[in-house]
Antibody, heavy 123, light 109 residues
Framework: EVQLVESGGGLIQPGGSLRLSCAAS????????MSWVRQAPGKGLEWVSV???????YYADSVKGRFTISRDNSKNTLYLQMNSLRAEDTAVYYC?????????????????WGQGTTVTVSS | QSALTQPASVSGSPGQSITISCTGT?????????VSWYQQHPGKAPKLMIY???NRPSGVPDRFSGSKSGNTASLTISGLQAEDEADYYC?????????FGGGTKLTVL
């Protein structure tokens, strides 16, 4: 079964750091584009970061310089290292497979999502 | 990375059709055929409903359809059912990033 399971969320003080994990099963993280998307309480979805299969990484302006996306191929796991956290980073963080594969082709769309992990930045 | 513009809410009765619009610019929606639509029920993760403007993933009912004209994409749901009540988000890929719409709450009356 294709599945993503996030972990690592919690309550953290402003200025602190947290690392989120996203364990994949049923497919290989390193062969896919993988994204982090967050949703602040009562708000809409916000794209955070993507890592391409080739290893290139990109970030939303709101987190650039503070967050780092990475993966561990041996553990088939995606990570998001979050530093210098701010109150406005409070959200549910989802990892998602960021391309839909049909046969030998990839299409634009986030087709597999985790259940989300909650990050609360507060003193 | 500006958010795409969606109506805050739409409503319809069971069996009716509704359309949700998603307006961007020539740099995102208008520039690429990479618009996706997601359905999100309260407390749940988003679900991909439409990819690349008008394609449905396996398992998504054909009551859901997508289209695009210029800088505006649209999601149409025909034959509304109670379980369609949810939040809907559009997204568009640009070079190296993704923009989401603000979301539209669909109420089935």
């Amino acid at each position: 079964e294709v599945q993503l399971v996030e972990s690592g969320g919690g309550l953290i003080q402003p200025g602190g750091s947290l690392r989120l994990s996203c364990a994949a099963s049923g497919f290989t993280v390193s062969s896919n584009y993988m994204s982090w998307v967050r949703q602040a309480p009562g708000k809409g979805l916000e794209w955070v970061s993507v890592i391409y299969s080739g290893g290139s990484t990109y970030y939303a302006d709101s987190v650039k310089g503070r967050f780092t996306i990475s993966r561990d191929n041996s553990k088939n796991t995606l990570y998001l290292q979050m530093n210098s956290l701010r109150a406005e980073d409070t959200a549910v963080y989802y990892c998602a497979r960021d391309r839909l594969q049909i046969g030998d082709y990839y299409y634009y769309g986030m087709d597999v999502w985790g259940q989300g992990t909650t990050v609360t930045v507060s003193s | 990375q500006s958010a795409l513009t969606q109506p805050a809410s739409v409503s319809g009765s069971p069996g009716q059709s509704i359309t949700i619009s998603c307006t961007g610019t020539s740099s995102d929606v208008g520039g690429y055929n990479y618009v996706s639509w997601y359905q999100q029920h309260p407390g749940k993760a988003p679900k991909l409903m439409i990819y690349e403007v008008s394609n449905r993933p396996s398992g998504v009912p054909d009551r859901f359809s997508g289209s695009k004209s210029g800088n505006t994409a649209s999601l149409t749901i025909s034959g509304l059912q109670a379980e369609d009540e949810a939040d809907y988000y559009c997204s568009s890929y640009t070079s190296s990033s993704t923009s989401f719409g603000g979301g539209t709450k669909l109420t089935v009356l």
